[in-house]
């Protein structure tokens, strides 16, 4: 399943979970809308008016899910480890859900955070459930593959239906 998330780059929103007794990983969980791992595919930052000089745009492959919904996260928070070094890692995502806005975010103040450093969160959530995502297909080259072959099959059997045509008219 792929997720688009919009995450603020400003670094501030990292720092100002510095001051939180990180929860349990039990703790998280109950709390958390959802949790789930997930790759990250592609960021894209652009600039944005206001209080965030920036906003990246996450695009996540997800590939296992403990809780919740991953259908519908659309906005998350940030901390400075959003640059292009991100792209390929996969994360452990807690997430909330603002009822009033209608939107779930990634809880970086609630240990989301990189899955290779989420042993304690691991081993507490227990196997999850895989999900399957297909690859992203960066080969422009299938319309070829498939459409080739066709039109050479096409015009064999247009030459063999034209041969037994001309047998019949001698």
């Known amino acids: ?29 109950a709390s958390a809308h959802s949790v789930f791992a997930a790759r990250v595919l592609s960021l894209r930052m652009t600039a944005v008016p206001g209080d965030n000089p920036k906003e990246a745009s996450l695009r996540l492959a997800v590939e296992r899910v403990w809780k919740g919904d991953t259908s519908s996260i659309k906005t998350a928070f940030s901390d400075p480890m959003y640059n292009e070094s991100i792209v390929g890692l996969t994360l452990l995502v807690y997430t909330w859900h603002d009822s009033s806005r209608g939107h779930t975010y990634v809880d970086w103040c609630n240990r989301s955070t990189l899955l290779s450093a989420a042993g304690a969160d691991l081993a507490s959530l227990g196997p999850g459930i895989a999900v399957w995502t297909p690859e992203p297909s960066s080969d422009s080259r299938w319309p070829a593959i498939v459409v080739a072959p066709s039109i050479l099959l096409l015009a064999v059997l247009f030459w063999l239906r034209r041969r037994q045509r001309s047998r019949r008219a001698v």
């Open 1 to 29: 399943m792929l997720v688009v998330a919009l995450v603020s780059a400003k670094s501030a929103a990292a720092s100002s979970c510095a001051w939180i007794r990180p929860p349990t990983p039990a703790e998280a969980f």
